[in-house]
């Protein structure tokens, strides 16, 4: 039997019942090769959503166009009927060409047709929260959010959306948001070595929303740094768990999403939530940000 193990502390979403443990899940792996068809193992990866729920995991990340549709259906699999704390956010606003490709999916049609293919394969009713995906792969784009804002909030007036959150967004494009609808996280680039969100995160902080890194350990091109390798060391810890550990000291209200399609690497990330980072080594992590080299 798995047993469940401190995960962070929690946060709750504000304005809503969902107190989220600060550890929690990513799906995007749990899809084949450039996040395309099945995986290779699906039994696999129905036993990391089982052991990670069983070990306390009360947040998953997903979304339908992962795959495309694999993840949820896989998520399905494993855990429908759902435990009564897991909260699944998912997220529109990008399809799948028949090339790989990710491109925008923001036209009131496919924002509603994305969110039935996300309650289809997911085997829900209503999404406990669903992230308007914006901007470019990394990096935001300041454009307005008005149109298909206006429109996911009018799914959620419909009774198909519990919350709604907003992902790869600028400060700005927050505000616009705020104005529009209640937004309970934002789900950003941003790792111990990319750190233009800094002042943005300590923002969220004062109005209680969450902050959802993704590509929490460097995505595409994952952290590299001999400063975070010496701690690590000093620390007899992986780079990695002294990345996803410095994130939950970073500020309260980070939550996190770090992804794998091994139970092994499950438990090593899941084990980052107890590893306790000294001021000093923090200040040193703190300086990989600052560091063109990334130290």
């Known amino acids: 039997m798995t047993k469940q193990i401190e995960l962070g502390g929690t946060f709750q979403l504000p304005g809503t019942s969902f107190t989220l443990n600060r550890m929690g899940y990513g799906a995007m792996q749990l899809a084949g090769p450039q996040v395309w068809g ?24 997903t979304s339908d166009f992962y795959g495309p549709h694999v993840t949820n259906q896989i998520i399905k699999k494993a855990l429908h009927p759902y435990p009564d704390d897991l909260t ?8 799948r060409g028949e090339d790989k490709s990710w491109t925008h ?4 049609q496919e924002l509603t047709d994305g969110v039935h293919d996300n309650l289809r394969n997911l085997g829900r009713d209503v999404l406990d929260v669903v ?19 206006t429109a996911l909030a009018e799914l959620k007036r419909q009774g198909l959306i519990r919350h709604i959150g907003l992902s790869n967004i600028s400060p700005k494009q ?7 609808t209640e937004v309970v996280c934002v789900q950003n680039f941003y790792n111990v070595a990319q750190r233009k969100d800094d002042g943005f995160i300590d ?14 350990l460097g995505g595409f091109s994952p952290l590299q740094s001999s400063k975070l390798d010496a701690v690590a060391a000093s620390l007899q810890s992986t780079p990695m768990q002294v990345a996803l ?47 063109p080299g990334k130290g």
Do not use: C
């Open 38 to 61: 099945p995986p290779r193992d699906v039994d696999g990866a129905i036993a990391v959503l089982r052991e990670a729920v069983a070990a306390g995991v009360n947040h998953i990340d």
């Open 88 to 95: 699944i956010v998912t997220k529109v606003g990008a399809r």
């Open 105 to 108: 999916a923001l036209s009131r």
């Open 131 to 149: 992230n308007l995906r914006v901007g470019g792969i990394t990096e935001p784009s300041e454009e307005s959010i008005e149109g298909p804002l």
């Open 174 to 180: 927050m505000a616009e948001g705020q104005g529009i």
């Open 203 to 216: 923002d969220l902080a004062k109005q209680g929303i969450a902050y959802v890194p993704f590509f929490p």
């Open 245 to 291: 550990a410095w994130l939950l000291q970073r500020s309260p209200n980070i939550l996190l999403i770090p992804g794998t399609s091994s139970t092994e690497h499950l438990r090593e990330n899941l084990s980052s939530a107890t590893l306790r980072l000294p001021s000093g080594m923090i200040a040193k992590l703190d300086s990989i940000g600052g560091d």
